[in-house]
């Protein structure tokens, strides 16, 4: 388990947000090509995990100008669909503000480029649907989170797209546990916009 996970959050001083990476031409965290930001920052604890490196809020690169500049430079690109804030987690408390400042800053400077956010549970697509800067919410947490390792399963979380779609007014990715057939046509049926399949195309060998 990661020291970080042992301490309380009051007691992990975080000056800025911080970052692991930023992925360019992404086809693997939603729809077409996208920009992703990888934050550093996350207590979630989750078991196997595959970015655990990223939970320490004060590992990696301070995300400073120039790291903003990047993500700038890839978002002026014709091509680029869209960005997507990933990690470690874009909603750990010490990240809240800086990511937000950020949705908003590109908001206004790409309109039509849609943001989207990964989460795990209805109350905080809630909450990141009220900031009124995400476009498109993703469900990749659930069942991955300490607040969501009670709807874990083999299959997709078809319930929390259903909820999604009922309680906020923004297209749904579907992703997390999509193997066959079926679970694609449970999550189009629960109300899914864009699906989107991970491990059964990265890692085969899970299947």
């Not at 007014?169 to 109300?191: F, H, K, Q, T, Y």
Request: proline share 4%.
């Amino acid at each position: 388990m990661c020291p970080l996970f042992l301490l309380k959050q009051e007691s992990v001083e975080v000056k800025n947000m911080r970052y692991h990476n930023i992925t360019k031409d992404d086809m693997l965290n939603g729809d077409g090509l996208r920009t992703v930001l990888w934050v550093a920052g996350c207590d979630h604890g989750c078991k196997g995990c595959q970015n655990p490196v990223t939970w320490d809020p004060n590992s990696g690169l301070e995300f400073d100008d120039a790291a903003k500049e990047e993500i700038f430079e890839q978002l002026n690109q014709s091509y680029i669909a869209g960005i997507t804030f990933s990690g470690g987690d874009p909603l750990y408390w010490g990240n809240v503000a800086d990511v937000t400042e950020l949705a908003k800053e590109i908001k206004e400077k790409y309109p039509y480029i849609p943001i989207m956010a990964d989460l795990a549970t209805l109350d905080e697509a809630v909450k990141v649907a009220k900031t009124g800067y995400v476009d498109i919410i993703s469900t990749t947490l659930s069942g991955y989170t300490r607040d969501s390792m009670n709807k874990y399963s083999d299959g997709p979380d078809v319930q929390l797209i259903r909820d999604i779609k009922k309680y906020t007014s923004l297209p749904v990715n579907a992703e997390g546990r999509i193997w066959e057939l079926g679970d694609l046509e449970l999550v189009i049926e629960a109300g899914a916009d864009i699906v989107s399949i991970g491990s059964a195309v990265t890692r085969p060998q899970l299947i």
